[in-house]
């Protein structure tokens, strides 16, 4: 299982994509992720986020998850992210395995 979350916007703008990949985790920590995937409901068909709205200085998030089943990817800004999504979002970003860069805005 491979989860990527893009983040965009905020004051700068910058763009952060953070990558996470089950087969470079230890096995509790992939176990985790999965889990923390299942919650977020991005197994199978995600539920319909609420629309996105642009507001300034707010973060973006696509969050895209590449798995047996296939690619599921979900949208949402901010201030509409559930707090399973918020709690999957944490943990890709603090995993130690993790790959992330940072872009310019668009």
Same mark, same amino acid.
């Given at each position: 299982?491979?989860?990527?979350i893009? +983040?965009? *916007?905020g004051i &700068?703008g !910058?763009?952060?994509?953070?990558?996470?990949d089950s087969a470079?985790?230890s +096995?509790? %920590?992939?176990?985790e !992720?999965?889990?923390? $995937? %299942?919650r &977020?409901?991005l197994?199978? @068909?995600p539920?319909? /986020?609420?629309? $996105?709205?642009? +507001?300034? #200085?707010?973060? #973006?998030? %696509? !969050?895209?998850v590449? #798995? @047996?089943?296939?690619v599921?990817t $979900?949208?949402?800004s %901010? *201030?509409?992210?559930?707090?399973? !999504?918020?709690?999957?979002?944490s943990?890709?970003?603090?995993?130690p395995?993790?790959q992330? +860069?940072?872009? /310019?805005? *668009?």
């Amino acid at each position: 299982m491979k989860v990527s979350i893009v +983040r965009g *916007g905020g004051i &700068a703008g !910058l763009v952060t994509v953070v990558t996470a990949d089950s087969a470079s985790l230890s +096995r509790p %920590e992939a176990a985790e !992720l999965r889990a923390r $995937v %299942e919650r &977020a409901g991005l197994t199978g @068909e995600p539920p319909s /986020p609420p629309p $996105v709205t642009a +507001r300034p #200085d707010r973060f #973006d998030y %696509e !969050l895209t998850v590449e #798995d @047996e089943s296939g690619v599921h990817t $979900v949208r949402a800004s %901010e *201030g509409t992210l559930s707090a399973p !999504l918020r709690s999957l979002i944490s943990y890709v970003t603090s995993l130690p395995g993790r790959q992330q +860069r940072i872009g /310019p805005p *668009g």
